[in-house]
């Protein structure tokens, strides 16, 4: 097999809403015995026909056949130089160790990775470049996931044939295709729309609605529910460029402060969600500093036949539904999860954790924690217990001990959810720790993943001790 007929990603297409949600349409089954997808993104079956193919699909997009080209003038459309607003900004732009990044989980708890053109490499090296992503995602696409391509940075010398795009497209593994929820395409340009007219005919309904259009940062901020996102400098620089007309806040930093603070005056005591952890406890009838929608969500997940439905936790539930009953919680609104949805249910657990003001293992600890990797074997578990024990505050403790507990018992029953205790890290590592400052890197989301598999592994060795009854010394 030849390096055009091997993995690689398939660029992107139009956008067909500004903002996709999630379906309402029922989940298929997680269980290879049921797993199947009636109707494919593309269809092989039009590709039987040689001729379409035979004359577009050669080279680097040479449309041999297209009415439309002006001989006289001997220039190909597909083969321009993709701008030069696009090219400028990465001239200088050094080439990070990781192929695409992980900016975090969009407003449904999705993992959401993003991949940039200015990172291809020359045409001679896509095949091995495209299978270096593939192994850096591959871990998390088992869930559902978000991709954004940032198509700022593509050149002359780093774009991959029309054939190189099908054929991998081809070659990926179904859980990339079918898990796939949404994928955004950032600054798209005229090049990016006849890359979609020509594929078009061959792409099925389905996947035409995942693909999104995206034309600034906010508006990407705004689609994956995002204040904050840490990317390269040069498309920040090109999203200024081409959004000229955009305000920035020109508020100083004190200022900004004071509302924050004015804000969470302002704020009702009856608020659960997007507030800090020690509010809450102070605030709303907490158990052992456990939250009383918490305490709600795992009741109700914890039940003969819900803690064991196939790919509890995996699944996104329905955002609208989510949305509601967080409305209803910060309101003091008693809420009734007994006809709720399963998935909704375990959304709300994870977007409890999400919405924390400071995340469930603290900032203090993200150093510590994303070094897990680098500690020796023999270390970790005196490591982890002490960190845990002794940095985290009472409540933090208390809630992540409670949850940590509750996810034990979801792996129980994994020869029915098919939850693991390495997915259930996949699914709450990025809910139990962030940075403060920047977006969280594959190289940093690998140890955070890693420190909570461990943490699911070894938990009877390291919650032997409750907090509540530790020993206090009296002067």
Not at 170 to 191: A, M
Not at 398 to 409: D, H, M, T
Request: net charge negative; charged share 30%.
């Amino acid at each position: 097999m030849d390096a055009h007929s091997r993995f690689a990603p398939r660029l992107p297409g139009p956008a067909i809403n500004p903002i996709v949600d999630n379906s309402d349409e029922p989940q298929p089954s997680l269980s290879d015995l049921h797993d199947f997808e009636p109707k494919l993104e593309f269809d092989d079956t039009e590709l039987l026909a040689p001729s379409p193919l035979e004359n577009v699909m050669v080279g680097d997009f040479v449309l041999a056949e297209d009415p439309e080209l002006e001989p006289e003038e001997d220039v190909n459309p597909l083969e321009d130089d993709f701008e030069d607003q696009l090219r400028e900004q990465s001239e200088n732009f050094q080439t990070p160790r990781n192929k695409c990044d992980f900016l975090g989980t969009d407003k449904q708890g999705r993992h959401i990775f993003g991949i940039y053109a200015s990172r291809f490499p020359e045409k001679s090296q896509l095949e091995g470049f495209v299978r270096e992503i593939i192994k850096e995602i591959e871990p998390f696409v088992e869930n559902d996931y978000i991709l954004v391509y940032f198509h700022q940075g593509l050149k002359e010398d780093n774009k991959p044939s029309a054939q190189f795009l099908w054929n991998s497209y081809k070659e990926l593994d179904r859980n990339f295709r079918k898990n796939l929820k949404t994928l955004y395409v950032v600054h798209p340009t005229w090049f990016i729309r006849v890359i979609w007219n020509f594929f078009s005919p061959f792409i099925s309904d389905k996947f035409r609605k995942k693909l999104v259009y995206i034309s600034s940062l906010d508006e990407l901020r705004q689609a994956l529910g995002l204040n904050k996102l840490k990317l390269p400098d040069n498309i920040c620089d090109l999203d200024d460029k081409l959004n000229p007309s955009r305000k920035p806040s020109t508020s100083p930093p004190s200022s900004n402060i004071n509302a924050s603070r004015q804000q969470q005056h302002k704020m009702a005591t009856t608020h659960q969600f997007g507030v800090p952890l020690k509010f809450i406890v102070m605030n709303s009838p907490c158990l052992n500093s456990i939250p009383p929608i918490v305490r709600k969500c795992v009741d109700s997940l914890s039940i003969t036949g819900v803690i064991d439905t196939e790919g509890i936790f995996r699944r996104s539930g329905n955002h609208s539904e989510i949305m509601a009953l967080k409305e209803r919680v910060n309101r003091g609104e008693d809420v009734d999860l007994k006809s709720v949805n399963v998935h909704v249910i375990a959304g709300l657990l994870k977007s409890f954790l999400r919405d924390l003001a400071e995340p469930l293992l603290t900032f203090e600890l993200y150093e510590d924690v994303t070094r897990f990797l680098d500690w020796p074997k023999e270390e970790r578990s005196r490591n982890v217990t002490q960190l845990i024990r002794e940095k985290l505050p009472e409540e933090n403790y208390e809630l992540f001990k409670y949850i940590v507990e509750f996810l034990v018992r979801v792996m129980d029953c994994e020869d029915l959810n098919k939850m693991t205790s390495s997915n259930l890290a996949i699914v709450f590592g990025p809910n139990f720790l962030w940075s403060r400052s920047t977006s969280t890197s594959l190289e940093e989301i690998a140890p955070i993943n890693a420190f909570v598999d461990f943490v699911l592994q070894n938990h009877k060795d390291i919650y032997l001790i409750d907090v509540n009854q530790r020993t206090v010394s009296v002067d």
